[in-house]
């Protein structure tokens, strides 16, 4: 019962533009403060790159993915997913598009 609450306090949006060229916003809301982590996955499921995994307060949050893989290499166009991790609870996104 605790768990489902806590998945239904948190609220992921989706990215914005998508589909995009260059970089695009991930915006998500956290009801208290909590471990928040964020992965982009190709549609094969491949890690590409790790935006972030730390503390954060309470609210409306955003971070930027520029389209580039671990190693600031731009990743081929296509579809990827992100994972937001806050605390124990996972979504995954809708897909995001890369395009030419």
Same mark, same amino acid.
């Given at each position: *019962?605790? !768990?489902? +609450? /806590?998945?239904?306090?948190?609220?992921?949006?989706?990215? &914005? =533009?998508? =589909?995009? $060229?260059? +970089?695009?916003?991930?915006?998500?809301?956290?009801? $208290?403060?909590?471990?928040?982590?964020? /992965?982009? @996955?190709? #549609?094969?499921? #491949? !890690?590409?790159? $790790? !935006?972030?995994?730390?503390?954060?307060? +309470?609210?409306?949050?955003?971070?930027?993915?520029?389209?580039?893989?671990?190693?600031?290499?731009?990743? =081929?166009?296509?579809?990827?997913? &992100?994972?937001? $991790?806050?605390?124990?609870?996972?979504?995954?996104?809708?897909? *995001?598009? @890369?395009?030419?």
């Amino acid at each position: *019962m605790f !768990l489902n +609450a /806590k998945i239904r306090s948190m609220k992921c949006t989706t990215n &914005y =533009p998508n =589909p995009f $060229r260059s +970089a695009t916003r991930i915006e998500y809301s956290i009801p $208290r403060t909590s471990k928040v982590g964020i /992965k982009i @996955f190709s #549609e094969t499921g #491949e !890690l590409v790159y $790790r !935006l972030m995994t730390h503390i954060q307060t +309470a609210g409306k949050k955003f971070v930027t993915w520029n389209g580039c893989n671990v190693n600031g290499q731009q990743v =081929p166009f296509g579809r990827y997913f &992100y994972v937001i $991790r806050i605390d124990d609870c996972y979504e995954i996104s809708n897909e *995001m598009s @890369f395009e030419s």
